[in-house]
């Protein structure tokens, strides 16, 4: 499976560099061909013998070999030698993608990161890699200046500081203006988030009809964009009218939740989940279950936390029986053991296997569901090491070797500033695996202020819904009296916010307006609408007829035909 999904992004970025002109830009409408750089999708996984060839044929890179620097730990000289980049003339503003392999020797594996040092300010982390003794791994990452550089050093150091050499090998570093990145993003939902339609309009004789008026409308969007919702919501009317103008996906904020469910021992309340899901399901809301268990102690009931052994066992078990049997085949996805990286409650008491028997358990409960890790400072952030991309490779591969039913990758996506050349990065070396991947818990924090939430809120949500290997987005703004958990769209009169000008204005432009026309000679009409639920009607004469039809994702043109 892993190779199959790295040579179809390998593929993908042969047709991006190589002969492809594209026409369908911003506005979707025939202009210039764009003969700027394309994004290549490309990353691995696997360390290998012998590096690949660098991406962009190396970018501003191409000729630039890099400078061994004495590796310094405190004020010390330690002997060995750390790769660096000396870069001149880099853009405020531009979008700066690396890439590079890397192999050391003195260590079986360790960390390394990449940071960049300017004149001003230094980026602690652009991106990391797990690297091996004996072989070379891939470390992709990116940077955004907040000022111009003339002078700068990429740097590649052990993040544990320890004692090894650093190689680096088939280097790359490509940079995209603004306008060059939002192409490329444009580029991705044209030919990932939409299809071509050709209407096919005729008589009850087969007799192609010239002429005929055409309107066509989406109803539905394939595409799953949502938010959290909390017992606030029930009861609520001003604040479901709302939510449901907007989502086609929920999640629960709290009340699934163990602590929620059964607060003491052998008490459990579902009343309000219940009542949230008959909301969900009235509106035709698909929702995630989020979560089984939290790894984090201070998340456990706390009648959970005096638990040892065989009675914690027991207690874990009852917990997925009694849930999973509740809400069997309601929920499209589980948060089976969330934030598994940072915390390990349950397999500190329970041993190693305690996560494997979870997910065994919530399939064999629920097995249409997808079971998800869900994790935070994934993408938000390379300078978590507890998190990095391919820590988080590294332990869905070992728990699926361990034979663990794990279905989907959930990046919590709490950002403070977004560096969404990383954020791409990272997308790229989690799609190898092959697995839904999901937005699942996307806000600003409120630190940066409302018009910086928004303006880094739209960021991000551009960079998930124009990369193929995302499937949905979950924003955490669940309302409640005094605010939200981070970020709101809106006051509590539901008037918009900065945070909620932005969801509104993408949700419209990633929707097919109203369209109308008319059939041609041949009696066709053709249009690009996103994927979704469409409805159609056709008039001609004193003839009129209704229909629907589904657009699902194809390289290949929808055909549909209406006779009247």
């Known amino acids: 499976m892993f190779c199959t999904v790295q040579c179809r992004n390998m593929k993908q970025s042969l047709i991006f560099g190589g002969f492809l002109a594209f026409f369908f830009l911003l506005s979707g409408s025939l202009v210039a061909p764009y003969d700027g750089p394309f994004y290549d999708f490309t990353a691995y996984t696997e360390c290998k013998a012998q590096p690949e060839e660098p991406l962009y044929q190396g970018g501003i890179l191409k000729h630039e070999p890099p400078v061994m620097r004495p590796s310094i730990i405190g004020q010390t000289a330690t002997g060995f030698y750390t790769p660096a980049f000396v870069l001149k003339n880099l853009t405020q503003g531009n979008f700066y993608c690396f890439s590079t392999w890397v192999r050391i020797q003195g260590s079986n594996s360790a960390l390394i990161r990449a940071s960049l040092k300017t004149e001003n300010i230094t980026y602690d982390c652009i991106g990391t890699v797990l690297a091996k003794s004996g072989c070379w791994s891939f470390l992709k990452g990116g940077f955004i200046l907040d000022s111009p550089s003339n002078l700068s050093l990429l740097l590649f150091q052990n993040s544990a500081d320890k004692d090894m050499n650093i190689e680096i090998a088939s280097s790359s570093l490509q940079p995209f203006t603004d306008h060059e990145w939002r192409i490329n993003q444009q580029y991705i939902i044209n030919t990932q988030r939409k299809r071509a339609v050709m209407i096919h309009v005729s008589d009850q004789q087969g007799n192609r009809l010239q002429g005929a008026a055409i309107a066509v409308n989406q109803v539905s969007k394939d595409f799953p964009f949502g938010s959290a919702i909390a017992s606030t919501i029930l009861g609520n009317l001003p604040y479901q009218n709302w939510f449901v103008e907007r989502f086609n996906a929920a999640v629960f904020e709290n009340e699934l939740k163990w602590y929620a469910t059964e607060p003491d021992q052998g008490k459990t309340n579902y009343t309000i989940p219940d009542q949230m899901l008959e909301f969900v399901r009235a509106h035709q809301i698909i929702a995630r279950g989020h979560n089984i268990f939290w790894e984090d102690p201070k998340y456990a009931p706390a009648w959970v936390r005096n638990l040892t052994g065989p009675e914690l066992q027991s207690a874990v078990n009852s917990r997925i029986q009694s849930l999973m049997s509740k809400y069997k085949e309601e929920f499209i996805h589980w948060d089976v053991s969330n934030e598994m990286l940072h915390f390990d409650f349950y397999e500190q008491r329970l041993g190693p296997d305690a996560t494997l028997h979870f997910y065994e358990t919530a399939h064999q409960s629920d097995p249409l569901a997808t079971l998800f890790m869900n994790e935070f400072n994934v993408v938000e952030t390379c300078s978590d090491p507890k998190s ?149 009607n056709v008039n001609f004469g004193n003839r009129t007829a209704n229909s629907t039809f589904s657009l699902c994702r194809s390289d290949e043109t929808k055909h549909f035909s209406i006779q009247l």
């Open 388 to 536: 990095t991309v391919d820590t988080y490779i590294e332990r869905i591969r070992d728990l699926k070797h361990g034979g663990m039913y794990m279905d989907g990758i959930g990046l919590e996506s709490h950002f403070t500033i977004p560096n969404p050349p990383l954020m791409r990065a990272v997308l790229d070396k989690l799609a190898t695996l092959g697995l839904p991947i999901w937005l699942t818990e996307v806000d600003i924090s409120r630190s940066v202020g409302k018009e910086l939430q928004a303006i880094y809120l739209e960021q991000v949500l551009r960079e998930g819904f124009s990369h193929p290997s995302v499937n949905g987005i979950m924003l955490w703004t669940a309302l409640h009296p005094k605010g939200c958990y981070e970020m709101c769209l809106t006051d509590q009169n539901f008037n918009n916010l900065p945070a909620g000008d932005v969801v509104d204005s993408l949700l419209r432009e990633w929707q097919t307006g109203e369209i109308k026309g008319e059939s041609d000679e041949h009696g066709s009409y053709s249009f690009y609408g996103f994927l979704g639920e469409y409805e159609v």
